[in-house]
């Protein structure tokens, strides 16, 4: 890092838009989003920024992260593996919220899953698995597990 940009704030992530269509924006729509990336994520509606059939914001944990869900006569539309990522501290945690997109996916066979698999790079494993419900992106949930260094 450069002493000019050490010297300034650096920007970081803190959103994801999508376009969808209006009908998954209605009230059916909104409560079948919010019921499953509230039970796998923990993420909650920012009900102010509601927009029957136009606006839909989730929160992801914290006010300044979110995903912003707005209407369009063309919605976006992904290839399988275009995603989002989002981390986790522990492969247990990942463990966890894999096994909550399983159980739901139990009850609603829209839930798209792909295993969890774990490359090692000799430092690090990057422990993974995919998971989309609805929406055009996955997202891709990573843990970093750093080997312990040798003295």
Same mark, same amino acid.
């Given at each position: ?10 920007? =970081? ?6 376009? $969808?269509?209006?009908?998954?924006? +209605? *009230?059916?729509? &909104?409560?079948?989003? @919010? ?23 989730? =929160? ?6 979110? $995903?912003?869900?707005?209407?369009? +006569? *063309?919605?976006? &539309?992904?290839?399988? @593996? ?37 490359? +090692? ?31």
């Amino acid at each position: 890092m450069t002493s000019d940009t050490a010297s300034r704030s650096l920007p =970081r992530f803190n959103h994801v838009a999508m376009s $969808v269509s209006a009908d998954l924006l +209605d *009230e059916k729509g &909104r409560g079948e989003i @919010l019921a499953f990336y509230a039970e796998v994520f923990g993420w909650g509606e920012m009900p102010t920024t509601t927009k029957d059939r136009e606006i839909f914001v989730l =929160r992801a944990q914290r006010d300044d992260q979110f $995903v912003f869900l707005v209407a369009d +006569d *063309e919605p976006m &539309r992904c290839p399988k @593996l275009d995603h989002f990522g989002m981390a986790v501290d522990r492969p247990e945690e990942l463990d966890l919220i894999l096994a909550r997109a399983e159980k739901y996916r139990e009850k609603d066979p829209r839930v798209e899953i792909i295993d969890r698999k774990t490359d +090692d790079h000799g430092v690090v494993k990057l422990h993974s698995f995919y998971v989309r419900y609805l929406l055009p992106m996955m997202i891709e949930v990573q843990c970093f597990e750093w080997a312990e260094r040798q003295n």
